[in-house]
């Protein structure tokens, strides 16, 4: 890598495939968005609970994006340091070695479409050995009993792989072979982690786990650190060959964004549900509580470990209000209908609208509101619909404290429902922690980008990037004890009565 050339570049170029859209971000030195662009990629239901994508359609939404970013800032391509990578996980791409296409779509982390062969192997009992080595769960979300769907759909197709003609690939592996021009066949250990083909504690792709999952591993990438070179663009893409020197899911990234750079920091992304990462250093953690261990990042030759909490239904609750109930017409109307109350009034609303998640795990249960009075109102209801995110946050923010041992002095977060502020209040109330909302919410894409940039030499050191974090606002604790407690107890008596 020309590593000296390059540290004089003026941006580092952030891509972020998610699962509703590619964005491509130019950050300057300062962490600061220079210019950006971004398209929608379409969700296909090809059949019930199946969800795919078309894995040209990332590519090309991923090269648009990044030229609109190009073009936003009339940047020239050699001032960019290098390129990092951050994408939508677990979701499964498998093409040909030898012509780069596809075989098929991708198979969406979202596709429940593998849950009878994940119902099999639960039943042949590989399942506590799958968890130890891993930190997941058995569940169709992961890549491995997507690979095998695919490779299932004819015997021609497992014996190309087989032979060492396909390749599988996240969508960061993917994008990079294109980006690469086919040169490279590479992911980094936080999307390996998330396959169920990764031993955690070897930092290996796993023979047994292999054999379990019938996953050929002739197929499977090569793993690299998170911060470090990956390869060079081809000439073609931007005229000038760019190096990619850094790549992290997306939960990953943002923790790193977020700077939660020592054991005990964590972050919460409050979007359509929250995802809650807590960087546990060196140890990964098993937990007793149904959180998943994984690889934070990797980087100068050392993993961090995060343990990992996920609320499917937060935003989702709001959305809710306003589609279900109909009682708000768009979303940022909730701080102010909820705001007419002073508390829920003994109203308790469970989001269990597709299950119970971590720390509870019951699939079977669904949502209910509890403590319905002659007074209650709308705005109870719309108060406890935006209490019940912060609530179910204690409930996994808790459950990692008691997994990890380790003590959290303050939430970090990002997300389109952090512009709430009552919402956000009321999340310092329960936890007792400060909430501390930063001025760049683009977490994801940035951490993407710090990743890189270290590597490219653009930022020389982690402690370089500690001036970049500015605070939009810190939200404080303002209750008693006593109230925190009986507010959550009510919350924990609604719980219990929701469970299947
Ligand atoms: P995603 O990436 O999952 O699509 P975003 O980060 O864009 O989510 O956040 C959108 C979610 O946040 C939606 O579910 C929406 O209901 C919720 N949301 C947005 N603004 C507010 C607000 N002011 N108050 C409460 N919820 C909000």
Request: charge should be negative; charged fraction near 25%; include cysteine.
């Given at each position: 890598m020309q590593k000296s050339a390059r540290k004089q570049a003026d941006f580092i170029l952030a891509l972020d495939q998610g699962t509703t859209s590619s964005r491509a971000i130019l950050f300057d030195r300062d962490g600061k968005v220079a210019g950006r662009g971004q398209e929608e990629v379409t969700p296909l239901f090809p059949s019930p609970g199946?969800?795919?994508?078309?894995?040209?359609?990332?590519?090309?939404?991923?090269?648009?994006?990044?030229r609109k970013a190009i073009d936003a800032v009339?940047?020239?391509?050699?001032?960019?340091?290098?390129?990092?990578?951050?994408?939508?996980?677990?979701?499964?791409?498998i093409w040909d070695r030898h012509t780069g296409v596809p075989v098929t779509n991708a198979v969406v982390w979202q596709s429940r479409i593998t849950s009878p062969e994940c119902a099999r192997l639960k039943a042949l009992g590989h399942e506590p050995l799958i968890r130890e080595k891993t930190g997941l769960v058995l569940d169709p979300y992961f890549s491995a009993t997507k690979i095998s769907w695919i490779l299932d759909q004819s015997p021609a197709l497992r014996q190309r792989a087989e032979n060492g003609?396909?390749?599988?690939?996240?969508?960061d592996s993917f994008l990079l072979w294109r980006l690469t021009a086919g040169q490279v066949h590479a992911t980094d250990v936080t999307n390996a982690s998330r396959t169920l083909l990764w031993n955690l504690h070897e930092g290996a792709w796993d023979q047994e786990l292999l054999k379990i999952f019938r996953v050929p591993q002739a197929m499977l990438p090569e793993v690299k650190p998170s911060s470090g070179?990956?390869?060079?663009?081809?000439?073609?893409?931007?005229?000038?060959e760019l190096p990619i020197t850094g790549i992290a899911g997306d939960q990953q990234a943002a923790t790193f964004g977020q700077q939660c750079f020592t054991p005990g920091l964590v972050k919460n992304t409050y979007g359509t549900g929250c995802f809650v990462v807590m960087n546990t250093g060196s140890s990964i953690v098993p937990s007793k509580y149904g959180l998943l261990a994984t690889a934070g990042w990797k980087m100068s030759g050392q993993t961090t470990f995060a343990l990992e909490g996920a609320i499917f239904a937060a935003g989702?609750?709001?959305?809710?209000?306003?589609?279900?109930?109909?009682?708000?017409?768009?979303?940022?109307?909730?701080?102010?209908?909820?705001?007419?109350?002073?508390?829920?009034?003994?109203?308790?609303?469970?989001?269990?609208?597709?299950g119970l998640g971590a720390p509870y795990w019951d699939a079977e249960a669904r949502g209910a509101i509890y403590g319905l009075t002659r007074g209650a109102t709308k705005e109870h209801v719309c108060r406890a619909a935006?209490?019940?995110?912060?609530?179910?946050?204690?409930?996994?923010?808790?459950?990692m404290t008691c997994d990890s041992g380790l003590s959290i002095p303050e939430l970090r977060v990002d997300g389109g429902a952090t512009a709430n502020n009552l919402l956000m209040q009321m999340q310092a109330d329960i936890l007792g922690i400060p909430v501390q909302r930063p001025q760049i919410l683009e977490t994801t894409a940035l951490g993407a980008a710090y990743l890189a940039g270290l590597a490219s030499g653009f930022w020389p050191q982690l402690a370089d990037l500690s001036h970049h974090w500015h605070?939009?606002?810190?939200?404080?604790?303002?209750?008693?004890?006593?109230?925190?407690?009986?507010?959550?107890?009510?919350?924990?008596?609604?719980?219990?009565?929701?469970?299947?």
């Open positions: 199946h969800v795919e994508q078309d894995p040209n359609q990332l590519w090309l939404t991923t090269l648009s994006s990044t009339g940047a020239a391509p050699r001032e960019i340091s290098a390129i990092g990578l951050t994408n939508q996980r677990e979701t499964t791409i003609d396909l390749c599988f690939g996240t969508v070179l990956f390869g060079m663009t081809d000439r073609k893409w931007f005229g000038e989702a609750v709001i959305q809710w209000l306003r589609d279900g109930l109909q009682i708000i017409q768009q979303a940022s109307d909730s701080e102010q209908l909820a705001s007419r109350v002073s508390d829920n009034g003994g109203v308790y609303l469970v989001p269990a609208f597709v935006l209490e019940s995110i912060v609530l179910q946050t204690r409930d996994v923010v808790e459950s605070v939009d606002r810190v939200f404080e604790p303002r209750i008693s004890v006593d109230h925190r407690e009986t507010w959550y107890a009510g919350w924990k008596k609604a719980i219990e009565r929701t469970r299947s």
